[in-house]
């Protein structure tokens, strides 16, 4: 299979999640003028929670869809070509891909491969809301950091590695 034919047969997923992730917003508009109370503030609270979860799935999602794409094409992402190179870390958008996808599919279990350690480790100098890494999940994060806030920058990308 090549990387067109991967794309056309995801249809609109990953464009979907990207739009949801990065261009929707939730808004809580008050049009009667009344005042917010305590328990309409902890109801706002939770839904904005809630979005931030939704978020980190949907991007956790655009990450296994890059990473099924790339095995799609070359069987495993040790035989992908690298990609453009994340300026600021000198490291390959392939390896974000990679570690982003593991460190946002296995953070839960408390135990991070060295390999996903050490990239987070190096990464988040340069940037960093990816601190923590071992206490939730970054896939939103690492999105932001490869500059997937469109579907034309994801399709770009993975058309890269094709």
């Not at 067109?4 to 009667?32: C, K, M, N, P």
């Not at 904005?48 to 949907?58: D, H, P, V, Y």
């Not at 891909?97 to 408390?110: D, L, S």
């Not at 890494?133 to 896939?139: D, G, L, S, T, V």
């Amino acid at each position: 299979m090549d990387m067109d034919t991967y794309l056309d047969q995801i249809g609109e997923a990953a464009d979907t999640a990207i739009w949801y992730v990065f261009e929707y917003e939730l808004r809580h508009a008050d049009e009667s003028g009344n005042r917010w109370s305590a328990y309409d503030a902890q109801k706002m609270a939770g839904a904005r929670m809630g979005r931030l979860m939704a978020e980190q799935a949907l991007a956790t999602a655009v990450l296994q869809i890059a990473h099924q794409g790339v095995c799609a094409v070359h069987g495993a992402p040790k035989n992908a070509p690298w990609g453009r190179e994340i300026a600021d870390l000198r490291l390959p958008i392939n390896s974000a891909i990679w570690f982003g996808r593991n460190q946002a599919m296995h953070w839960e279990e408390g135990n991070l491969r060295p390999a996903t350690k050490g990239f987070f480790e190096s990464a988040e100098a340069s940037y960093p809301t990816l601190s923590d890494f071992e206490q939730a999940p970054r896939a939103v994060e690492i999105l932001r950091m490869l500059g997937w806030r469109s579907s034309e920058a994801f399709h770009r990308d993975l058309l890269s590695l094709a």
